[in-house]
């Protein structure tokens, strides 16, 4: 019996010894790493969501406080003409010179005078329903001349599995705001719970069962009755499309109408709207997996109903291109790499410049 108690202090004093020096240890490496943070600040991560835009840019040295990405060339100081660009991360770009505003500044500015003025609003995983109350923010404060949208590929996915459940309507049926997605603010307030302990032992326990059990099975819950593959509508025929996913399509083009009226009643008139969508590389591809064109069916029915311009730059951008559309590509990603940024700005200058009457142009006005 002496024995047995003996050994279990010399248990007791090890287990107590070992939490000690794994206290030091956490404690040591949050001062000079830290390696893995256990001290995260509320303001820090409590960030980024939005119960107007969902989500938004933080303030910092790429945007400012509306969202709107800086260039490394600032724009005029005399805007003659101002063009707003929207979108999703092919808008946003890969940094404050690599993206389809930046470039296409540079082609416009050649035939309509260096008074053009770029303004890129791209934000990561918006969509239509987001554009929408993004839009009533935007155009009363830029004033633009011409609104320039990009829509995507995954922006059926986004508007139907990401945001239909999170968008606030006005009495007409118009969004308003799309709040912000439940299960992010749950991880934030979880990290942010999860290191609010006086013990950094503690503070490791209680971070690594919240992300790794907690967090995993809460957001499992969330997204239980949603596709995982974000383009498994543009996969399949459009005849499939049509049937398997009627309504998805369906809420999209409200969603797409909705944001057409919006912009026309704030711009001032169908020649002030544009309407852009960019190729992937399935759309380019000669062999192998290719998608369909229901995304572009919708924008262009839409456009064509308001009266707007509408330029899917997926037919030039093959020509453009070549037989290796891949090099314009990131390796294993869905996004333009530099030089396809520059090619579809490209392509997007030539149509804004062959399209756009004359009397909007920076040239025209300072004649």
């Known amino acids: 019996m002496t024995r047995l108690r003996s050994i279990g202090w010399l248990v007791a004093v090890n287990i107590l010894v070992t939490a000690l020096l794994l206290e030091l240890v956490l404690r040591v490496q949050q001062q000079v790493g830290p390696l893995y943070d256990l001290d995260l600040r509320r303001e820090a991560v ?41 979108g999703d991360s092919f808008m946003e770009g890969l940094g404050p010179k690599d993206t389809v505003p930046y470039h296409a500044r540079a082609t416009l500015s050649r035939s309509w005078g260096a008074g053009v003025c770029v303004f890129n609003a791209g934000t990561s995983s918006y969509s239509p329903s987001i554009f929408i109350p ?24 986004d508007d139907w599995y990401r945001y239909r459940e999170l ?37 490791l326990i209680s971070k690594l069962y919240f992300t790794r059990i907690t967090y ?30 009627a ?5 999209f083009e409200a969603t797409v109408d909705d944001l057409t009226k919006s912009v026309l009643r704030l711009a001032g008139g169908p ?30 029915k839409v456009a064509s109903r308001h009266h707007v311009r509408y330029y899917d730059a997926t037919d030039d951008l093959k020509v453009q291109l070549g037989n290796a559309p891949e090099n314009y590509y990131i390796p294993n990603d869905m996004h333009f790499n530099e030089a396809g ?13 062959a399209t756009t009457p004359s009397a909007m142009t920076s040239s025209s006005r300072a004649q």
């Open 134 to 157: 993004q839009a009533k923010k935007l155009i009363p404060l830029l004033r633009p001349d011409i609104v320039i949208i990009d829509v995507d590929e995954t922006d059926i996915y």
């Open 46 to 86: 409590l960030v980024g969501l939005s119960d107007e835009l969902n989500h938004v840019q933080l303030p910092w040295a790429d945007w400012d406080s509306n969202g709107i990405r800086r260039m490394d060339e600032p724009n005029s100081e005399s805007c003659l003409t101002k063009l707003l660009f929207m």
């Open 167 to 203: 968008v606030i309507r006005d009495n007409a049926g118009s969004i308003t705001a799309v709040r912000r997605t439940p299960v992010t603010a749950q991880f934030q307030q979880g990290l942010v719970d999860s290191t609010d302990k006086t013990l950094y032992l503690h503070r």
């Open 341 to 353: 940024l520059r090619a579809y700005a490209a392509a997007v200058a030539r149509y804004l410049t």
């Open 247 to 251: 309504d998805q399509i369906a809420y």
């Open 216 to 245: 995993p099975s809460a957001f499992a819950r969330y997204t239980k009755d949603r596709p995982s593959d974000l383009f498994v509508l543009s996969r399949i025929s459009e005849s499939e499309a049509q049937k398997i996913y």
């Open 271 to 300: 020649e002030r709207l544009v309407y852009i969508h960019h190729p992937h590389l399935e759309h380019l591809k000669a062999d192998g997996a290719s998608f369909n064109n229901v995304v572009s069916a919708v924008l262009r």
